[in-house]
């Protein structure tokens, strides 16, 4: 079993649809994770940080969910914009290992 | 801050030859991170330094790859002899312990050995 997966999509959302990813870990020692977004031929970029009350910044909204061991981000009224590869990434426990998920392709529609 | 400095950001190399790539992390960030990123495979860890020393090189993939980071500053990643699936970006990202550790990549190195 991968230590971070996802749904590798693609997604494809007409403008101002609600889309959700999820992503699920395997180390229950994990202690921080993220969200980052990727544009095409770009580097991995942090879109957002993962708090265990969960966390919300304009349209995304982050939360974590411990019990299940699994992230979710929620994109609200998504835009042209919005379009990318998400990936989520988990840090190891006792150490700064940051280990990614495959990202998940989202093609916001006109 | 400049940011994650990567170089060349571009290699094109015969099959055989040697390749190293080169990264400068930012001032300051203890924690130093080798990726390498396909289609089919996603971002994989290949090895990552604390304070200049290796924590864990399990997922470099063979003995033709090796790592060094000599000092705070800088690291490299060294491929030989290099093969067509070796073809990849090659990202470097840094992180500090202090604070929230969300790491900063470089902008990449795009290998291609043919």
């Known amino acids: 079993r991968k230590e971070v997966e996802q749904d590798p999509g693609p997604f494809n959302v007409p403008e101002g649809a609600t889309v959700a990813f999820n992503c699920t870990y395997s180390?229950?020692?994990?202690?921080?994770f993220f969200w980052y977004r990727q544009d095409c031929r770009k580097e991995p970029k942090l879109l957002m940080s993962?708090?265990?009350s969960g966390n919300e910044d304009g349209r995304f909204t982050a939360q974590l969910n411990r019990a299940s061991q699994y992230i979710s981000l929620l994109i609200r009224d998504s835009k042209l914009s919005d379009s990318a590869t998400y990936l989520c990434a988990v840090n190891g426990g006792a150490t700064n290992k940051l280990i990614f998920g495959t990202g998940t392709l989202l093609a916001v529609q006109p | 801050d400049a940011g994650v400095i990567q170089s060349p950001r571009h290699e094109v190399t015969e099959m055989g030859q040697e390749v190293t790539l080169r990264c400068k992390p930012i001032?300051?960030?203890?924690?130093l991170f080798w990726y390498r990123q396909t289609m089919m495979r996603g971002l994989e860890l290949l090895i990552y330094f604390n304070n200049n020393v290796p924590i864990d090189d399990s997922g470099m993939p063979e003995d033709r790859f090796s790592a060094k980071m000599p000092n705070a500053s800088f690291s490299t990643l060294k491929i030989q002899p290099s093969e067509p699936r070796d073809s990849a970006v090659y990202f470097c990202?840094?992180?500090?312990?202090?604070?929230?550790?969300?790491?900063?990549f470089g902008q990449g190195t795009r290998l291609t050995v043919v």
């Open positions: 993962v708090y265990s």
């Open positions: 180390n229950s020692a994990s202690q921080s």
């Open positions: 001032s300051g960030h203890d924690y």
């Open positions: 990202a840094s992180s500090k312990t202090e604070g929230t550790p969300e790491a900063f």
